[in-house]
């Protein structure tokens, strides 16, 4: 009845993992609230890049840069997720060209001209050995 | 070079989509900051529910039930997507029995005995199409 403990990603690995994906979900502050959207990303050294159009992302990391932002992937059998805490920031017009060197295609046409860029203050990784349905344990009083 | 609009989910098709899923993430609160992280989670009537351990995500709704939460699923042409804001409740021991009539089953085997439940107060639902990369839009100046 019992999984293995979850295996660590060390930091080189957080980030081949970052590399290898491109769509990921940011939470960020607005005003009082916690937001959630799902973003496609680059790497660009050691920060993330997005693109995103006027609107509540852009609003909520420029009032409050705090921000969070998770991938993962999963079978049946195993799952894997990195998180990233960090900070955002609008780049200004003369780094925003960083985005037109990193692999980000924006999944909707829609012109999204400006660029944050995350700067990651902690990352954690971890892989699964997820639990199989015909031992599912049912907490019982 | 244009896509279409994203097609609106009505909460129906909300739902339909919360239903058949079971993997999402939860932002959330922990004093000053924003995290997220991967839960498995199942819909009893219009609330979620998920389980978890004693730790952060328990502590910070507690201090703070404002929560954001999301699930999606895409291809090389499509994506989908449900948002949902809503409040976080850590079920007393006489609710905590919902979790054992739901399709909830313990990805890790970690004995995770706190339920909780997310009342929805917002729900947003979009599905795109994707644009693909050989109509790749570069801004330049």
């Known amino acids: 009845m019992t999984a293995d403990a979850p295996r660590i990603m060390d930091e080189d690995e957080c980030w081949e993992f970052l590399r290898s994906h491109e769509f ?3 939470a960020f502050h607005l005003a ?3 937001h959630i ?3 496609n990303y680059a790497v660009d050294h ?4 997005f693109r995103t159009a006027e609107g509540s992302k852009l609003l909520g990391i420029v009032m409050n840069p705090d ?4 991938i993962d992937e999963y079978d049946d059998a195993k ?3 990195v998180i990233v805490r960090g900070t955002a920031r609008l780049l200004p017009e003369d780094e925003a060209h960083r ?3 990193v692999p980000l295609r924006p999944w909707v046409a829609d ?3 400006n660029v944050v860029e995350i700067t990651p203050t902690e990352m954690t990784g971890r892989r699964f050995d997820l639990t199989k349905p015909w031992t599912r344990i049912t907490p019982r009083d």
Not at 46 to 49: E, G, H
Not at 67 to 70: D, L, R
């Open 67 to 70: 921000v969070a932002f998770e």
């Open 111 to 113: 012109f999204k001209y």
């Open 32 to 34: 009082d609230e916690v």
């Open 46 to 49: 050691r920060t993330l890049l």
């Open 79 to 81: 799952a894997a997720s």
């Open 37 to 39: 959207a799902p973003i």
């Open 99 to 101: 985005s037109e060197n």
């Open 24 to 26: 990921g979900r940011l």
